[in-house]
């Protein structure tokens, strides 16, 4: 289906599309009551750089335990995001891990950084950054500690009214990443504007790796990052090859399976603490 902010939605009727909106409007209308009751939480990726094996942060990532079972974000956002209840869910998910991140610094366990993603649809919301200051006031919380992720193809297609939200996020001190990078069109020259300061590569090319084509794909990101300054971070790392070749060709971070899936809240602290002491610092 069509969608996006001001774009004609052209619907017509076919069986398949029938049915997939009968689950369409199921998930729409529970939704508002799902989040009351508590069905959703937030469930956290670790984010660890390659060089030393540390890690770096979390990426908080939404998860909806309807008593009929897990609803997966690939299924649940898009829904919300057609809805509007993105922009109401959003800020939970924004909200809920500010709070969780100054419970783990309660705690004294070294949360450095938490990323939340944002969708389009919040980007357009302009009470956002209002929003995000409060969070942060309450705790006292630094605004480097956060990071809000927008797919690059978000970002860039809807550059001329993203591009001052970002610019005031970035005012408050938030940290910006462009997620699911290389899958848009990015110019350089608006990369360059862009007030983002890392680069989250997508899944499809970190798959890639091993092959010639691949290999020279994702070189290519890294050396226009690195030309932008940008942090690097590799998405949905499974294997010792990929983690290899990554951190042999300046890859900054790696996020994926082979590191940690998704933890529980009360995972991440066992976590934390079993990870490598550093690595000396070669000479
Ligand atoms: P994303 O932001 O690109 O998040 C990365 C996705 O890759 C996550 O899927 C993560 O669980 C998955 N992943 C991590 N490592 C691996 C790996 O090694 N292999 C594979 N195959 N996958 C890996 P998840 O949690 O299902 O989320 C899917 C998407 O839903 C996210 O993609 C994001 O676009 C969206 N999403 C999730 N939570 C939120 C949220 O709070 N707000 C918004 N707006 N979107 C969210
Ligand atoms: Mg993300
Ligand atoms: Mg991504
Ligand atoms: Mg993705």
């Known amino acids: 289906a069509a969608k996006g902010l ?10 398949a599309l029938h049915t997939r ?29 390659l060089a030393d094996g540390r890690t770096a942060g979390f990426e908080a990532l939404l998860r909806w335990q309807s008593a009929d079972g897990n609803i997966g974000p690939a299924e649940f956002i898009p829904v919300a995001e057609d ?3 993105i922009v109401e869910l959003g800020r939970w998910a ?29 980007l357009a919301d302009a009470s956002l950054p209002d929003f995000l200051r409060d969070c942060l006031a309450v705790h006292r ?12 193809t978000a970002a860039m297609e809807n550059l001329d009214w993203a591009l001052p939200r970002l610019v005031q996020f970035d005012e408050i001190g938030v940290a910006l990443a462009l997620d699911d990078f290389g899958t848009g069109y990015s110019s350089l020259a608006y990369l360059q504007a862009l007030p983002c300061s890392t680069l989250k590569i997508d899944i499809a090319f970190v798959r890639r790796l091993g092959t010639p084509s691949g290999d020279a794909l994702v ?6 990052a690195r030309s932008l300054d940008k942090v690097t971070v590799a998405e949905g790392v499974e294997t010792s090859l990929q ?15 082979l590191f940690a899936r998704p933890l529980e809240a009360g995972e991440v602290g066992a976590f934390l603490i079993d990870q490598p002491a550093p690595l000396p610092t070669p000479t």
């Open 21 to 49: 909106s009968q689950r369409w409007l199921e998930l729409a209308s529970r939704m508002p009551k799902a989040l009351e009751q508590g069905e959703f939480r937030l469930v956290y990726q670790p984010r660890m750089n």
């Open 219 to 224: 070189r290519a990101i890294l050396a226009m």
């Open 243 to 257: 983690h290899d070749w990554l951190r042999e060709h300046g890859c900054d971070q790696g996020q994926g399976y």
């Open 94 to 122: 924004l909200r809920q891990a500010i709070d969780q991140m100054a419970r783990w610094d309660s705690q004294s366990m070294s949360v450095s950084q938490v990323a939340v993603n944002l969708s389009v649809r919040q």
């Open 6 to 15: 001001g774009q004609r939605i052209v619907v017509e009727f076919n069986p």
């Open 83 to 85: 809805t509007g209840f």
């Open 141 to 152: 919380l630094s605004a480097n500690r956060i990071e809000l992720e927008i797919t690059e």
